[in-house]
């Protein structure tokens, strides 16, 4: 079977589905593409935009004669995206979704799914701190990873179907099973998310420290934590809801060694202050080696110039 | 008094120090820059580099002269680095320092030095993950905030003088006592690369998730934190034992934060993580309002093309 789909419908029209829809544009990977979102105004610009050839009034209208179909939403309401479009998709389509927790969303979608449909869940890891239908692009996915986490049984060739839609998007592929899937995510996105949500609430927090004076020396580290923290409120509020038992494990982790630090700073021991700094330099080498960022300075915020 | 000091010795040459030096070339700021470091390899780089007229094998050759003598090791050696150069350094001369701690370089430097000298402390807020004497370069300071921490009674020409040096090297300045500094820079700095270190720390030991899918999978977040980790290890080991207070109270208040987000992942109280990540987004706006950071989506690292 081609990677090409044909006809696909996309409900939710955020940063992803709209990149996604740039990417097919971009790879001429689809005959017609219709999008659906809840809010009126998201509707609006996206027609505005043009990345779909139909944007539809109602889920059930795009999804029928689909022949894939890609929840775009918050991971909290794919549940009930499914039931409202299960009656009315077409036999043989294949339904995917984007979200970033697995277990939950195969536990909350599988059960509407009718028989004669491929469910293959996935995970675009790609994104930016914008949101809505006007900050997708179609290189967002350009040598990214999007995780395919098969549910059982799932027929062979709808999942390699899949994985080569995603490839011809530009992403590169990988399986996982959702409980690996969740706890990767948990580690290398969810916390870091939180953590940054939250050292940005202490900022704002402190009274002696005025919101100015952290705005004008955040180059010293805090921005990045600000960029990371702007992203989707409810998407985020979904992904910690829907992915509870892997972020409260690795929160308990994280909080272990947080203590650690703060008792060696507290008994002023220097060398295992020392010894853990160092450790951690390795694991961003391996990031630059594998081609996952750049070596600039600052990401090339500043230009190198003697 | 002219911003220009003559003679200007830099005791210590890693990123600091010789973008100092590259900035002082380019603004055409000293009549001879000497340096000196403790180690034979980066004094070597430093001859090859070129950025200083002269390196030499003492401190205290560096400083005989010197109009200006600028203090850029580990701020846990600057205590005995005054002491050191003490008895060489010119009446008259400017003392300053690079720090990312005040009180306590204030509290170690100053018995050592002569009252024929000033000492003006100051912290430039700008850096990169990258260290050592090839790391520098003139633009570093542009646009940056430079921190000007008078001591007690500090003569008002030498603090100004010491301003419209940093001026002509690229930065802002503003003017600040050294307990808000250490409290300002533990919020917007310290404890943010802590908690890069701790989260990188976590990731490394997780024998479930392996090295290599940390890596492949950073950009969902992750990856930003382990730049923030790669800096020097030795200037951050520094920083915790002589910012103490400052860091643990500021850790106190993270980790309260982080256990109320905690408790409502727990409880699913979706209503205050929604709340608590929609409030952080102001900050993000302001900082891109003040021009210390780029709009571009994931810091211009993927090129926007539709």
Chains 1, 2 share one sequence.
Not at 36 to 49: D, N, P, V
Not at 140 to 152: G, K, T
Not at 221 to 250: H, Q, Y
Request: with cysteine; aromatic share 8%; net charge negative.
């Amino acid at each position: 079977m081609s990677e090409h789909y044909g006809k696909v419908a996309l409900i939710g029209l955020g940063l992803i589905a709209s990149s996604m829809a740039w990417a097919m544009k971009r790879a001429g990977m689809a005959t017609e593409i219709r999008g659906y979102a809840r809010s009126a105004e998201t509707r609006e610009t996206a027609r505005r935009l043009g990345f779909c050839d139909v944007i539809c009034d109602s889920a059930e209208d795009a999804v029928a004669d689909a022949d894939l179909v890609v929840l775009a939403t918050p991971v909290g309401v794919m549940g009930r995206v499914a039931e409202t479009i299960a009656p009315h998709l077409k036999p043989g389509a294949t339904v995917t979704d984007v979200g970033s927790v697995k277990r939950t969303v195969i536990e909350e979608v599988s059960p509407y799914l009718p028989e004669t449909v491929h469910f293959v869940p996935a995970h675009p890891m790609a994104g930016t701190e914008h949101s809505g239908p006007d900050a997708g692009f179609a290189s967002l996915f350009d040598n990214r990873w999007c995780l395919i986490v098969p549910v059982e049984n799932a027929p062979e060739d709808a999942v390699a179907r899949l994985e080569r839609y995603w490839q011809a998007l530009g992403a590169n592929t990988e399986r996982m099973d959702p409980e690996h899937h969740d706890l990767v995510c948990a580690v290398v996105s969810h916390i870091p998310h939180l953590i940054a949500y939250t050292m940005v609430g202490v900022a704002d927090d402190l009274s002696r420290v005025s919101d100015q004076e952290v705005i004008k020396f955040s180059a010293a580290g805090f921005r990045d934590f600000t960029r990371i923290a702007a992203s989707d409120p409810t998407m985020w509020r979904d992904v910690f809801l829907t992915n509870k038992g892997a972020t409260l494990e690795i929160l308990g982790r994280f909080t272990e060694e947080l203590f650690a630090l703060q008792r060696a700073i507290r008994t002023g021991d220097g060398e295992q202050l020392h010894a853990y700094f160092t450790r951690t330099r390795a694991i961003r080498r391996g990031i630059l080696q594998a081609g996952q960022d750049t070596d600039k300075p600052d990401f090339g915020r500043i230009e190198v110039k003697r």
